[in-house]
């Protein structure tokens, strides 16, 4: 890597040039793991996803040809069209019904469309024809519905542009951008298919796709839509990276890694954002910085499948061994010249470091918390689910510096959980609200009691209450807080209905009707933090009310009320004290 440069970029030291660098170190580093033809990269490792070696091999291919695309990098770019050639004369499996030929289609399509010049428009005609052929699969193969839906869109764009199946990829076009509009739910967030499934797909799917066709098809109309909803999105969004650059240790597809850059990018160069340019550059440079910083590329140059270095437990059954190179997505920044405000401007501070925040995000129910001493950002979540990826989805809170216990582990271990009478799940979770310091949600148990919680925060400190009904007099109940690393500091200390020595777990049992149990939490990187009784206290209030009052004097009321015999949280109106 070029050295650091802290006058243009006093937060990370990067550059354009580091991010040009990385991108070569990585398209170098693959080349040898291509097929004699060039048409797969099987990337070594001893794991297979669940669609095949062939369909990895073809992944290795469309995620790396993406990244080739980004940079421009014509020797690179001749190597991928010797591989096209090959590809599309028989070796790719074809595109089927919800089949992963279809996501990597829609990589080999964008990047023709960018960089039709260099690599589409000097290849034999034959080639075309057959490549045309292939991809136009993808517009009458089924999707999954979810961000799949997407990929027609891209490919259908491509398509469109070089006269091939014109009328047909309208249509397809036009029904899949339709799809994706009952899954959006206002501010900027879509959920990524049927349900509340909130994470980065927002970013590198739902927002990535549709306004990259309206900009690279100079549709005004379009890109207005899109445009905004993504200037609207990148608001919270910038609020999910640490100051340390890392981003959020929550959703599915985690070994992406620096993919989450990709909405910052996009912003600057459809010109729909709300970011400075410092401060797009400074967040996208600190999470490419984050992960090569902490061992994601390995001792070959190669993205291992894992976090920082391999981790399977951030893995799905379609992860391969060239899943990680949708990271690829992250070099779009590059596609903006050298003399852009983007890498022209200085660095300017994220919005952790600016100070102390805690802000609603409201279709996801989400309370985001995070503290300029630390650089830490945690996530509440009281209104996003995916049961095919818990605990991803599932827990009470993530942050930056954490991850979620895995399923595998024994459940009275799960962090961020309440677990009654041996109960761990939380599914088909209901959000009931979030305001400008609180979040609440209530989910079900499968003995027939329901869980209501709700969440008050403020600086690092956090107050948790839990109303538990419907379950036996007697039941135990567990509640867990963060399961932090070594360099981290993580509190949990009863205050009502619970005992415990203030580590990780306090426990109570249930009475003879709804019982509340409340503790307060807290997550710090501070070495010498203040006690966490002396800012917070909490007050009870009859047998189901609490009194949350800071230590800045600042009082907050909350009740639990039952109507139509279920338990809800509502908050009550905050009065200064």
């Known amino acids: ?24 170190s990585l398209l170098a580093a693959v080349e040898p793991y291509a097929t004699a033809d060039g048409a797969l990269y099987q990337l070594p490792g001893d794991r297979t996803s669940w669609s095949g070696r062939l369909s990895d091999g073809l992944e290795g ?114 029904h899949r951008l339709d799809r994706i509009e ?22 590198w799917a739902m927002h990535l796709y549709p306004v990259l066709h309206a900009w690279l098809a100079n549709d005004e109309r379009l890109l207005e839509l899109y445009g905004g909803r993504l200037s609207r999105h990148l608001e919270d969004y910038a609020r999910l990276f640490g100051g340390d650059g890392a981003p959020l240790h929550q959703g599915r597809s985690l070994t992406y890694r620096f993919a989450t850059t990709v909405p910052l990018w996009l912003g600057a160069l459809t010109g729909r954002t709300p970011l400075s340019p410092g401060e797009t550059r400074r967040l996208a440079s600190g999470a490419l910085k984050y992960f090569l910083d902490r061992g994601a590329v390995d001792d070959r140059g190669l993205l291992s499948l894992g976090w920082h270095g391999p981790d399977s437990a951030v ?8 899943s990680p190179y949708w990271a ?33 995000m409201g279709p996801p129910n989400w309370l985001l918390q995070s503290t300029s001493s630390d650089g830490i950002v945690r996530l509440h979540n009281h209104g996003s ?75 690092a400190a956090e ?34 209905g619970l005992s415990g020595s203030g580590g990780s777990v306090v426990t109570g049992v249930t009475g003879d009707g709804p019982t509340l149990f409340v503790a307060l939490a807290r997550l710090t990187g501070e070495p010498e933090p203040l006690p966490l009784q002396d800012l917070v206290s909490v007050e009870m209030q009859g047998e189901h009310g609490l009194g949350v009052r800071w230590a800045s004097g600042a009082v907050r009321h909350f009740v639990f009320t039952a109507s139509d015999g279920r338990s809800s949280a509502s908050s009550w109106s905050v009065t200064p004290r």
């Open 315 to 322: 893995l799905q059954g379609y992860s391969g061994p060239a």
């Open 463 to 496: 107050v948790r209450a839990h109303l538990v009904a419907g379950a036996a007099p007697g039941t135990e109940v567990r509640v867990t807080g963060w399961a932090p690393p070594a360099d981290q500091r993580a509190e949990l200390l009863p205050v009502h």
């Open 182 to 203: 009952q899954w959006y739910l206002g501010e900027g967030w879509y959920t990524d298919g049927d349900g509340r499934k909130f994470d980065y797909y927002n970013g």
């Open 61 to 174: 291919y469309a995620r790396t040809l993406l990244l080739a695309a980004f940079r421009r990098d014509e020797k690179a770019l001749a190597r991928y069209a010797d591989g096209l050639a090959a590809g599309v004369s028989g070796v790719w499996p074809r595109i089927e019904d919800r089949s992963q030929p279809l996501v990597e289609a829609a990589s080999i399509a964008f990047a023709l469309r960018l960089t039709r010049p260099l690599l589409w428009d000097r290849l034999d005609d034959s080639v075309r024809q057959r490549a045309a052929a292939w991809l136009g699969d993808a517009l009458t193969a089924e999707p999954w519905p979810c961000n799949w839906e997407l990929f027609p869109v891209t490919v259908g764009g491509f398509l469109e542009e070089i006269g091939h199946e014109q009328e047909l990829a309208r249509r397809v076009i036009e």
């Open 1 to 24: 890597m070029p050295p650091e440069d802290r006058t243009l970029s006093p937060y990370t030291g990067y550059t354009r040039a580091h991010w040009e660098a990385a991108a070569d």
């Open 328 to 360: 690829s997505k992250g070099f779009l920044g590059l596609l903006l010249p050298p003399d852009h405000e983007v890498w022209t401007a200085t660095e300017e501070a994220a919005p952790v470091e600016r100070g102390d925040d805690v802000r609603p």
């Open 385 to 459: 689910e995916d049961v095919r990826y818990d605990p991803f989805y599932t827990r009470l809170a993530y942050s930056t510096v954490t991850a979620p216990v895995p399923l595998a582990e024994p459940p009275e271990s799960y962090d961020n959980s309440v677990i009654v009478g041996g109960d761990a799940s939380r599914t088909d979770i209901e959000p009931l609200g979030v305001g400008e310091d609180w979040a609440a949600s209530r989910h079900p148990l499968a003995s027939g009691a329901e869980v209501t919680s709700l969440v008050v925060a403020n600086g």
